[in-house]
């Protein structure tokens, strides 16, 4: 069963960057299909990006996702950040997941606790 730890999560500018972390442990993360979610108060889980098992990268306009399979990893990098991303971020993984399909949280499961990212001046 695979654990996840999301980190990386603060305080930042508008127009700032920050890159998440998602450190996995009990299984590898090699062979599955992972993604990043986030939800704001009131606001259901939203899916951002998403990977299949077979991508190592991909980007979705200000957001790029990318693991690390070295280390068991995967990052989320967001820049130029607004004040609407302000959010609860969580990494997911899924093993039906496939490539162009919408990241629907429904197909993702071992969430991990989140890390709260808070965009202000």
């Known amino acids: 069963q695979v654990q996840l730890v999301e980190s990386g999560g603060g305080l930042v500018q508008p127009g700032g960057s920050l890159r998440l972390s998602c450190a996995a442990s009990?299984?590898?993360?090699?062979?599955?299909?992972i993604g990043w979610f986030r939800q704001a108060p009131g606001k259901e889980r939203e899916g951002i990006i998403c990977i299949s098992s077979s991508d190592d990268s991909s980007v979705k306009g200000r957001f790029t996702i990318s693991r690390d399979n070295v280390k068991n990893t995967v990052y989320l990098q967001m820049n130029s950040l607004k004040p609407e991303d302000t959010a609860l971020y969580y990494c997911?993984?899924?093993?039906?997941?496939?490539?162009?399909?919408?990241?629907?949280?429904?197909?993702?499961?071992?969430w991990g606790q989140g890390t709260q990212v808070t965009v202000s001046s």
């Open positions: 997911a993984i899924s093993y039906d997941f496939r490539s162009n399909w919408y990241c629907a949280p429904v197909l993702f499961g071992s």
């Open positions: 009990g299984s590898t993360l090699d062979y599955v299909a």
